[in-house]
């Protein structure tokens, strides 16, 4: 008989292994959520339509229709392949399930066959040794029997109970013969008959148990290979469903992708036509501006030129000086989704800046975007920043007058051409709170002109 033990515990490992790749390739594992990726994107998209370039830079590209058409076709026929797959990936999920019941199932009936096997075993072992018994006790009785027969053929057919004792040969023969004779009488039956009856019965549940044995045994057969072929359904149906998971992380991709490039071609055309209206606003601007200023900037060219032999602009009756004279091209104010807290006005290259007013310089040389930079906190407890300049004329903690020159433009830093970035800070804050230069300035009568002054 083999070993049902060790086959039970094979049995029952392949059928935990099976159960661990049924639901492995039910549930694969987490993959990145499409939604995820799509936000970044939308994110990326946010950032190009708020970071416009400014006139200086090129302009952004922009996508064809075509483009955009053929991008948006792609990703109707990615969604509709993941639709499509989607519905194999559920039936082949449903059939997955139902043959997984079924290796169970079958497992089970396995072993509860390979239960009744031993249970079966058991048995015919028993009446095995109850055969064996009444065997013996057969065995036993026939000697007896046989001895008591020949003494009776030896001593006639018809010899008493008297006789037969008298004829023994000793104590221990008479009292054996006593015995015997004793118990033939007392039982008044075929002691012989009844032990054959009794080794027939055993042999007859010997062969019974045996035959059931057998019986359980085939079962136990049956049960293994229904448990082999169900398990068999359900590892091909696995790979049936990994086949079509895997198709639909395939198409998914490619649905996501294809949404990318969507989202990507029409942010770029977002950014291009809110560039295109940026830049003829601009443009208008700025001709605006140099229209209103080019009288004003004469004027204040004319002033300098007769100014003192210190070559120093004129001041205004309020004891404040142009700091700078040229055209203005950027104006105070909201700029492509950040703040411009100056004037930029265009000059050559080596124009002086002047101090408007008498102060202090707090800070002058390098500075991280405008190349160097003057920073000037007046008398009037407000801080006057040049940027982009060329040189500088003064040191930290340089006291100065009104109408001396400090620095001269430049070009230098985040420029795209020779000219001033001025602030004016009437907190005395070196780096916040900037306000409208046009406004302070022409509020203690110095008139630049533009931006509506």
């Not at 990318?260 to 560039?275: F, P, S, T």
Request: with cysteine; aromatic share 6%; net charge negative.
């Amino acid at each position: 008989m083999p070993d049902h033990r060790s086959r039970r515990r094979a049995s029952l490992t392949d059928a935990g292994l099976l159960h661990h790749r049924w639901r492995t390739a039910r549930h694969p594992g987490p993959r990145r959520p499409l939604r995820a990726a799509l936000v970044v994107v939308l994110a990326g998209v946010a950032l190009v339509g708020a970071a416009t370039p400014s006139l200086g830079a090129p302009a952004p590209t922009n996508p064809t229709d075509g483009q955009i058409g053929a991008a948006r076709t792609e990703q109707e026929t990615a969604a509709a392949e993941v639709g499509r797959i989607a519905g194999l990936v559920a039936v082949a999920e449903a059939e997955l399930e139902r043959v997984g019941i079924e290796a169970e199932a079958a497992g089970t009936a396995y072993m509860m066959a390979e239960e009744a096997l031993q249970q079966a075993q058991v048995v015919a072992e028993q009446r095995a040794a109850e055969l064996q018994a009444a065997a013996a006790a057969v065995s036993t009785a026939e000697a007896r029997i046989a001895r008591f027969s020949r003494d009776s053929y030896m001593n006639g057919a018809t010899i008493s109970r008297t006789a037969a004792l008298l004829s023994s040969e000793g104590p221990g023969d008479l009292i054996q013969r006593a015995a015997l004779l004793d118990y033939v009488a007392v039982n008044e039956v075929d002691v012989l008959g009844q032990l054959q009856v009794a080794k027939v019965t055993q042999a007859n549940a010997d062969s019974s148990a045996r035959a059931a044995r057998d019986e359980m045994a085939a079962a136990e057969e049956t049960a293994q290979t229904a448990k082999a072929q169900a398990d068999a359904r359900l590892g091909a149906q696995q790979g049936a469903f990994a086949e079509v998971a895997a198709q639909k992380a395939s198409y998914e991709a490619e649905l996501q992708a294809a949404q990318i490039k969507v989202l990507e071609l029409q942010g770029a055309r977002d950014a291009y036509q809110q560039w295109t209206a940026q830049k003829q606003a601009e443009e208008a601007a700025a001709a605006a501006a140099a229209e209103r200023s080019a009288r004003e900037v004469a004027e204040a060219a004319a002033a300098t030129r007769r100014n003192s032999s210190s070559d120093a602009p004129d001041s205004g009756s309020s004891g404040y000086t142009a700091p700078f004279s040229g055209r203005v091209t950027s104006c105070f104010g909201a700029r492509w989704g950040t703040s411009h807290n100056g004037l930029d006005v265009a000059s050559p290259i080596g124009t002086p800046l002047y101090a408007p007013i008498s102060g202090t310089v707090q800070r002058a040389g390098p500075a991280t975007g405008f190349g160097l930079a003057v920073y000037l906190l007046g008398d009037d407890g407000a801080v006057y920043v040049y940027g982009h300049i060329n040189d500088y004329f003064v040191r930290t903690g340089d006291r100065v007058v009104a109408g001396e020159q400090i620095a001269e433009v430049g070009n230098r830093g985040n420029s795209t051409g020779p000219h001033v970035h001025f602030e004016v800070h009437p907190n005395g804050a070196m780096y916040s709170g900037a306000s409208n230069p046009i406004a302070w300035l022409n509020a203690r009568g110095i008139s630049v002109g533009a931006c509506g002054g």
